[in-house]
């Protein structure tokens, strides 16, 4: 099992610049996660989806994070234009849904940088 | 809404000696409790989980919790600590169908 899959693992980008983060969930899980974590702010759920759909999107901060699920192995977290504040390192998790009684399996994360 | 309070942002423990790492948890419903741990520049993995069962769970690498109503509180033990434990621990709590709520962090430090 390979896991969740995250790429890029490291962004370095300007400041204006679109971001794309991908992530693979592991294969049968049907909940995805997003998070952002930083020194700052800690661990936040940035939005959750169930079976493609998304469930809570509550944390995502602005309009200029957009997230979507097209099919059950693949989700992308887009910024458009990004901000040095929107350093971070991102990650993606999956778990079975099941009222929260499975574990979510995290990804190694993206370590973005924009300057 | 459901929270979880970690008070503090380090412990330093010497090798061997016991390691207790505090979890507070405030919840409007009977809660699922989880401990994370997060290893340098990895993601979270799984320590242990609370889900209304034994109120005593044991998860690996030897660490253990205990849920405690009367003190909304699911701190996390080992009897004795080892270099490789050396990681940021995460306490959560559900929120509601998968949506967890995680604490600050506690990082851990093992002195030999």
């Known amino acids: 099992d390979a896991g969740v899959i995250q790429s890029p693992r490291h962004e370095v980008t300007e400041m204006g610049q679109e971001v794309t983060l991908r992530c693979k969930p592991i294969?049968?899980?049907?909940?995805l996660f997003w998070y952002r974590q930083t020194m700052m702010r800690g661990l936040e759920l940035l939005i959750y989806?169930?079976?493609?759909?998304?469930?809570?999107d509550s944390g995502m901060p602005e309009d200029r994070f957009s997230a979507k699920m097209p099919n059950a192995s693949f989700s992308t977290l887009k910024i458009q234009p990004s901000e040095p504040r929107d350093s971070a390192v991102y990650f993606c998790?999956?778990?079975?849904?099941?009222?929260?009684?499975?574990?979510?399996?995290f990804g190694p994360g993206t370590r973005l940088t924009v300057t | 809404a459901q929270s979880v309070t970690q008070l503090g942002s380090h412990v330093s423990v010497s090798e061997g000696a016991l390691v207790l790492l505090r979890c507070n948890y405030s919840?409007?419903?009977?809660?699922?409790l989880f401990w994370y741990v997060q290893y340098p520049n990895q993601g979270l993995q799984l320590l242990l989980k609370?889900?209304?069962?034994?109120?005593l769970v044991k998860g690996i690498n030897g660490f253990e919790a205990e849920f405690k109503k009367s003190e909304t509180s699911f701190h996390l033990t080992k009897p004795s600590a080892h270099m490789s434990d050396a990681a940021e621990y995460f306490c959560?709590?559900?929120?509601?169908?998968?949506?967890?709520?995680f604490g600050k962090g506690m990082k851990l430090t093992v002195n030999p």
């Open positions: 998790a999956s778990s079975l849904s099941a009222g929260g009684l499975y574990e979510q399996y």
């Open positions: 294969s049968g899980h049907n909940s």
């Open positions: 989806f169930n079976n493609n759909v998304p469930i809570d």
């Open positions: 919840s409007s419903v009977p809660p699922y």
């Open positions: 609370y889900t209304s069962a034994a109120t």
């Open positions: 959560a709590v559900r929120e509601f169908l998968e949506k967890l709520v």
